[in-house]
């Protein structure tokens, strides 16, 4: 059975940062490529980052710079270090085993003065 599982949203000032986590069960992760997506409101879901088995990774032009997707195999686990955040980046993020139709069930990030 595949679980992804969500760990690390919160509330955050502007300019502050947070770590979110994904674990994974279930699937062969060391050679998944996996991302993160995130919904925010009014608009709809927009994949936000994703990284390979080869640790290729990629990145929506409204992250470059501030966000970086990283991953440990050992611990079948993925990360998003958010760093600069803004107003807009306020939503709720999942992780996504890319190329499937397995999500987590997302974690609520407010950035919010």
């Known amino acids: 059975q595949v679980q992804l599982v969500e760990f690390g949203g919160g509330l955050v000032q502007p300019g502050g940062s947070l770590r979110l986590s994904c674990a994974a069960s279930?699937?062969?992760?060391?050679?998944?490529?996996m991302g993160w997506y995130r919904q925010t409101p009014g608009k709809q879901r927009e994949l936000v980052t994703t990284?390979?088995?080869?640790?290729?990774?990629t990145y929506a032009d409204s992250v470059k710079g501030r966000f970086t997707i990283s991953r440990d195999n050992a611990k079948n686990t993925v990360y998003l270090q958010m760093n600069s955040l803004k107003f807009e980046d306020t939503g709720v993020y999942y992780c996504?085993?890319?190329?499937?139709?397995?999500w987590g069930q997302g974690t609520q990030v407010t950035v919010s003065s």
């Open positions: 279930g699937i062969a992760f060391s050679i998944s490529t």
């Open positions: 990284i390979t088995s080869g640790r290729t990774m």
């Open positions: 996504n085993w890319i190329g499937t139709d397995y």
